[in-house]
Every structure is written in structure tokens, then in C-alpha cells.
């Protein structure tokens, strides 16, 4: 990549991380696979265990003068998610290689975690740590789940067809509308400038709403299509408002 002066840009090594109950799962690989800058996210509520592991990894890190960031987030899903690929999403516009590490959080947070590089087109290394030992986690005081890393390995990073903006706007725009006949659909559309008025057809703008928008995305799942009669309405369905949530476009109303 060259930037604006004309000189190329050398890439950082980013990793992203949830920090929960490991210390060693987390800082080893980062170390060993010489990243350059950390995102640790963390939850806004933490125990007296998960705050002693997040004290020693930004101690372990400080010794070895490597740049982090904490995030502090809730436990709701979806905005762990949207959290993640708001990160995954600003890195690679950067130009930077993006390593995510699915070992080292809680359950929720790896799932999270994992859900945020399939939803994020572009180069990304997710990679999974085993420890060398599991501790008794019968003692209260042990300061971490494991000990040592093992073994690192990188996984294949799928990806789901999310949606384009277009859609994903289009998705907003239902869920605000909620279940309503074509035509106020489209008055919608054409007032956020997502359908505009073009071609000699006088109804372009229906054929757009149906062939972009409609028949894709009920084939999809994302909206249905209800007929009585003459009358005809649409709406989002439940998976279309749960694609919204993961893109960060709406509120978890749960």
C-alpha cells in the first residue's frame, strides 16, 4: 500500500484478543507470532479473578514494550460481535494484518470473536492456543484456566454472504417501516436516496424495489412476503433484524 507521500506502508501485526481467566494463552502467541499492537476486550464487569489475569497480562505486555488497547465491553452478544468487527474493520482499512485469537476468552467471547471474522470480508488469521497444562481449577486462587501454550494453529477463515450496504440499508429501512405494503416501502426508499428515480419505465422504481431488494433478500430469509388477496406487505423477519444487530444498525430491544 502506498500512502499519500508516496511511500509504502508497511503492515503491522494486530491481534485481537478477549481477555477473561487465561494469561499465557493470550500473551505467548502474541509474542511468538511477533505481533506489534494488542486489542484486548475485556467485560465491563469483571471478578476479582478476571481482573487479577487482566492486571498480568498488561504487566506482561508493559515488560516487553508492546502497545495494547483495552476495550470494555457488555456481555450482550450481538454488541460483543459489532464490537469486534468495528476493530477488525478499522485495522484492514489501515492496510494492517489482522490476527484474532479464539482461546483466550470465556465462552461467550470466543463465539463472539469467531462471529465477527466470518462476517468481516478481507485478510484474517484466526488462530487457536493449547495450553501445555490445564490448573486445578478447584483452587480459588489459581491465577489462570491453563499454563504454557503447546501449540498454536491458524484456522481457515470463513466467510457468510453478508449483505452489501445497500441491503443492509434496505434491512433498516423495514425495520422501521415494519410490516407495510410495497409502495410505502419504496416512498421510503426513494426519500433516503437508496432508489432513485431513472430509466423511461414509469415503474422503475417498483422493478428495482423488487428485483434488488425484495425477491434476493425473502430468498435469503432476511424479509417475508405476505399476499391476501390483492394486497401485498412486507417485513422484516427475525433473521433480518438479527443481520442488523451484528452490523451494529439496531438496538437489542431483549
Known amino acids: 500500500m502506498i500512502n499519500g507521500r508516496g511511500l509504502q506502508h508497511v503492515p503491522d501485526r ?19 507470532m511477533k505481533g506489534e499492537r494488542l486489542h484486548l476486550f ?14 498480568s497480562i498488561c504487566s506482561a505486555l508493559d515488560r516487553e514494550r508492546k502497545s495494547y488497547e483495552i476495550h470494555r465491553t457488555d456481555s450482550e452478544i450481538f454488541h460483543l460481535i459489532t464490537a469486534f468487527k468495528r476493530i477488525i474493520k ?27 471474522t466470518c462476517a ?17 481449577l478447584t483452587k480459588p486462587a489459581a491465577p489462570q484456566n491453563s499454563c504454557g501454550v503447546e501449540e498454536i494453529i491458524t484456522l481457515p477463515h470463513f466467510t457468510i454472504n453478508a449483505p452489501d450496504e445497500d441491503s443492509l440499508h434496505f434491512l433498516r429501512i423495514l425495520a422501521e417501516v415494519g410490516e407495510a405494503d410495497k409502495k410505502t416501502v419504496l416512498n421510503s ?43 401485498c406487505r412486507v417485513q422484516i423477519t427475525e433473521k433480518g433484524r438479527d443481520m442488523l444487530l451484528v452490523n451494529g444498525l439496531m438496538e437489542d430491544s431483549a
Open 14 to 32: 494486530v491481534h485481537i484478543a478477549p481477555a477473561f481467566l487465561e494469561i499465557d494463552r493470550l500473551v505467548l502467541p502474541f509474542l511468538e
Open 42 to 55: 475485556t467485560f465491563q464487569r469483571q471478578n476479582k479473578r478476571s481482573k487479577m489475569c487482566l492486571e
Open 90 to 116: 478499522e485495522e484492514l482499512g489501515c492496510g494492517n494484518q489482522v490476527f484474532v485469537n479464539l482461546s483466550s476468552g470465556g465462552h461467550l467471547q470466543t463465539v463472539a470473536a469467531f462471529m465477527a
Open 120 to 136: 468481516s470480508p478481507g485478510a484474517i488469521t484466526p488462530y487457536f492456543a493449547y495450553p501445555k497444562r490445564l490448573n486445578d
Open 189 to 231: 426508499c426513494q426519500s433516503e436516496g437508496l432508489i432513485r428515480h431513472q430509466g423511461k419505465s414509469r415503474p422503475y422504481g417498483h422493478v428495482m424495489l423488487e428485483n434488488k431488494f425484495i425477491r434476493p433478500m425473502e430468498k435469503q430469509g432476511l424479509m417475508a412476503v405476505t399476499e391476501n388477496g390483492r394486497r
